[in-house]
Protein backbone atom coordinates (compact mmCIF):
# COMPACT_ATOMS: atom_id res chain seq x y z
CA UNK A 1 0.00 0.00 0.00
CA UNK A 2 2.74 2.55 -0.64
CA UNK A 3 1.30 5.84 -2.07
CA UNK A 4 3.38 9.07 -1.53
CA UNK A 5 0.38 10.86 -0.86
CA UNK A 6 -0.56 8.86 2.50
CA UNK A 7 3.12 9.20 3.33
CA UNK A 8 3.26 12.69 3.29
CA UNK A 9 -0.09 12.52 5.40
CA UNK A 10 0.90 10.40 7.82
CA UNK A 11 4.19 13.01 8.07
CA UNK A 12 2.48 16.46 8.20
CA UNK A 13 3.18 19.32 11.49
CA UNK A 14 2.59 22.46 11.98
CA UNK A 15 5.66 24.58 11.97
CA UNK A 16 6.76 27.01 14.82
CA UNK A 17 5.21 30.13 13.51
CA UNK A 18 8.76 32.20 14.65
CA UNK A 19 10.73 29.87 12.41
CA UNK A 20 8.46 30.61 9.60
CA UNK A 21 10.97 32.98 6.76
CA UNK A 22 10.65 34.31 3.60
CA UNK A 23 10.38 33.56 1.18
CA UNK A 24 6.06 33.55 1.32
CA UNK A 25 4.19 31.60 -1.38
CA UNK A 26 4.17 33.72 -4.66
CA UNK A 27 0.55 35.39 -6.20
CA UNK A 28 0.53 32.04 -8.07
CA UNK A 29 1.11 29.57 -5.19
CA UNK A 30 -1.27 31.51 -3.46
CA UNK A 31 -3.97 31.05 -5.81
CA UNK A 32 -3.65 27.30 -6.28
CA UNK A 33 -3.74 27.01 -2.48
CA UNK A 34 -7.29 28.86 -2.34
CA UNK A 35 -7.72 26.66 -5.25
CA UNK A 36 -6.88 23.16 -3.68
CA UNK A 37 -8.70 24.46 -0.04
CA UNK A 38 -12.20 24.93 -2.28
CA UNK A 39 -12.49 21.68 -3.60
CA UNK A 40 -13.75 20.21 -0.06
CA UNK A 41 -17.39 18.60 0.78
CA UNK A 42 -19.77 21.69 0.52
CA UNK A 43 -23.34 20.51 0.85
CA UNK A 44 -25.78 22.53 -1.36
CA UNK A 45 -22.82 24.57 -2.87
CA UNK A 46 -23.01 27.42 -0.70
CA UNK A 47 -19.33 28.35 -0.41
CA UNK A 48 -19.80 29.07 3.37
CA UNK A 49 -16.25 30.64 3.74
CA UNK A 50 -14.02 33.19 2.18
CA UNK A 51 -10.46 33.94 2.58
CA UNK A 52 -8.53 37.08 3.63
CA UNK A 53 -4.97 37.59 2.84
CA UNK A 54 -2.66 39.62 5.06
CA UNK A 55 0.83 40.60 3.77
CA UNK A 56 3.78 43.09 3.72
CA UNK A 57 2.62 46.27 6.04
CA UNK A 58 -0.67 45.23 6.50
CA UNK A 59 0.58 42.78 9.22
CA UNK A 60 2.31 45.07 10.78
CA UNK A 61 -0.28 47.54 10.91
CA UNK A 62 -2.76 44.77 12.23
CA UNK A 63 -0.01 44.15 15.16
CA UNK A 64 -0.78 48.18 16.30
CA UNK A 65 -4.32 47.84 16.06
CA UNK A 66 -4.38 44.77 17.85
CA UNK A 67 -2.51 46.11 20.51
CA UNK A 68 -4.26 49.49 20.91
CA UNK A 69 -7.83 47.19 20.84
CA UNK A 70 -6.58 44.78 23.89
CA UNK A 71 -5.05 48.11 25.65
CA UNK A 72 -8.46 49.15 25.56
CA UNK A 73 -10.25 46.52 26.28
CA UNK A 74 -7.29 45.58 29.24
CA UNK A 75 -5.79 48.84 30.13
CA UNK A 76 -2.01 49.33 30.51
CA UNK A 77 0.16 46.38 28.98
CA UNK A 78 3.01 45.39 30.02
CA UNK A 79 6.23 45.65 27.86
CA UNK A 80 6.32 41.62 26.44
CA UNK A 81 2.69 41.83 26.78
CA UNK A 82 2.07 44.64 23.98
CA UNK A 83 5.69 43.33 21.92
CA UNK A 84 3.47 40.19 21.54
CA UNK A 85 0.20 41.79 20.27
CA UNK A 86 2.20 44.07 17.93
CA UNK A 87 3.82 40.95 16.05
CA UNK A 88 1.10 38.78 15.89
CA UNK A 89 0.32 38.55 12.16
CA UNK A 90 4.01 39.88 11.57
CA UNK A 91 5.65 36.93 12.33
CA UNK A 92 5.34 34.79 9.71
CA UNK A 93 5.72 36.32 5.93
CA UNK A 94 2.29 35.38 5.26
CA UNK A 95 -1.17 34.94 7.01
CA UNK A 96 -4.42 33.58 5.28
CA UNK A 97 -7.61 33.84 7.02
CA UNK A 98 -10.34 31.48 6.75
CA UNK A 99 -13.97 32.99 7.50
CA UNK A 100 -17.01 30.92 7.95
CA UNK A 101 -19.80 32.77 6.51
CA UNK A 102 -22.98 31.77 7.84
CA UNK A 103 -25.59 30.90 4.86
CA UNK A 104 -29.54 31.41 5.47
CA UNK A 105 -30.19 27.81 4.27
CA UNK A 106 -33.65 25.55 5.51
CA UNK A 107 -31.85 22.21 4.71
CA UNK A 108 -28.39 22.40 5.83
CA UNK A 109 -27.63 23.55 9.54
CA UNK A 110 -24.82 25.88 10.27
CA UNK A 111 -22.42 23.34 12.13
CA UNK A 112 -22.10 21.86 8.60
CA UNK A 113 -21.31 24.96 7.06
CA UNK A 114 -18.71 26.17 9.66
CA UNK A 115 -17.13 22.39 9.50
CA UNK A 116 -16.48 22.86 5.13
CA UNK A 117 -14.62 26.23 6.50
CA UNK A 118 -12.62 23.85 8.62
CA UNK A 119 -11.92 21.62 6.10
CA UNK A 120 -11.06 24.73 3.81
CA UNK A 121 -8.51 25.28 5.96
CA UNK A 122 -6.68 21.90 5.99
CA UNK A 123 -6.83 21.70 2.55
CA UNK A 124 -5.34 25.08 2.45
CA UNK A 125 -2.10 24.09 4.76
CA UNK A 126 -2.01 20.21 3.11
CA UNK A 127 -1.18 22.77 -0.18
CA UNK A 128 0.99 25.16 1.42
CA UNK A 129 2.78 21.95 2.86
CA UNK A 130 2.52 20.55 -0.49
CA UNK A 131 4.68 23.51 -2.18
CA UNK A 132 6.86 23.14 0.24
CA UNK A 133 5.90 25.68 3.24
CA UNK A 134 5.89 25.42 6.45
CA UNK A 135 2.00 26.17 7.87
CA UNK A 136 0.11 27.02 11.36
CA UNK A 137 -3.09 27.92 12.40
CA UNK A 138 -3.97 30.06 15.09
CA UNK A 139 -7.29 31.46 16.18
CA UNK A 140 -6.80 33.79 19.58
CA UNK A 141 -8.54 36.30 21.58
CA UNK A 142 -9.23 38.85 19.03
CA UNK A 143 -11.21 36.15 16.57
CA UNK A 144 -14.16 35.74 19.62
CA UNK A 145 -14.71 39.62 19.90
CA UNK A 146 -16.50 41.59 17.41
CA UNK A 147 -14.52 44.19 17.73
CA UNK A 148 -11.28 42.36 17.23
CA UNK A 149 -12.94 40.08 13.85
CA UNK A 150 -13.98 43.76 12.70
CA UNK A 151 -9.96 44.84 12.91
CA UNK A 152 -8.81 41.99 11.35
CA UNK A 153 -11.98 42.50 8.14
CA UNK A 154 -14.63 40.19 9.10
CA UNK A 155 -18.67 41.74 8.33
CA UNK A 156 -20.92 41.01 12.02
CA UNK A 157 -22.44 37.93 10.98
CA UNK A 158 -18.64 36.01 9.79
CA UNK A 159 -16.40 34.08 12.29
CA UNK A 160 -12.89 32.92 12.20
CA UNK A 161 -12.16 29.78 11.48
CA UNK A 162 -8.53 29.94 11.96
CA UNK A 163 -5.52 32.57 11.05
CA UNK A 164 -2.59 30.30 8.96
CA UNK A 165 0.62 31.22 8.96
CA UNK A 166 2.68 30.20 5.73
CA UNK A 167 6.40 30.68 5.28
CA UNK A 168 9.55 29.16 4.63
CA UNK A 169 10.72 26.87 6.68
CA UNK A 170 13.77 24.54 6.91
CA UNK A 171 12.39 21.68 8.93
CA UNK A 172 11.66 19.13 9.89
CA UNK A 173 8.68 20.45 12.15
CA UNK A 174 8.99 18.90 15.73
CA UNK A 175 7.24 16.05 16.00
CA UNK A 176 4.51 15.86 18.99
CA UNK A 177 2.60 12.76 20.45
CA UNK A 178 0.28 11.75 18.24
CA UNK A 179 -3.09 9.38 19.68
CA UNK A 180 -3.16 5.71 18.93
CA UNK A 181 -5.36 5.66 15.44
CA UNK A 182 -6.57 2.29 17.19
CA UNK A 183 -8.19 3.79 20.08
CA UNK A 184 -9.94 6.31 17.73
CA UNK A 185 -12.68 4.09 15.89
CA UNK A 186 -14.97 1.02 16.47
CA UNK A 187 -17.33 -0.91 14.94
CA UNK A 188 -21.02 0.46 15.19
CA UNK A 189 -22.68 -1.71 18.18
CA UNK A 190 -26.13 0.30 18.36
CA UNK A 191 -27.69 2.54 19.50
CA UNK A 192 -25.86 4.76 22.68
CA UNK A 193 -27.75 3.67 25.92
CA UNK A 194 -25.42 5.55 28.27
Known sequence: MASPIIDFLLTRNSAPIPDLKEPAPSDTEIATMIAAASRVPDHG???????????GQARVEIGR???????????????GRRNQELARFSRAPLVIGVVSIPRENPKIPQWEMFLSGGMAAMNLMIAAN????????????????PEGRALLGLAPQERVIGFIHIGSYAGPAPERPRPDPA???GDYSGPWNG
Open 130 to 145: ALGYGTNMISNWYSDV
Open 183 to 185: KLY
Open 45 to 55: RLEPWRFIVYR
Open 65 to 79: QLAALAEQREGPLPE
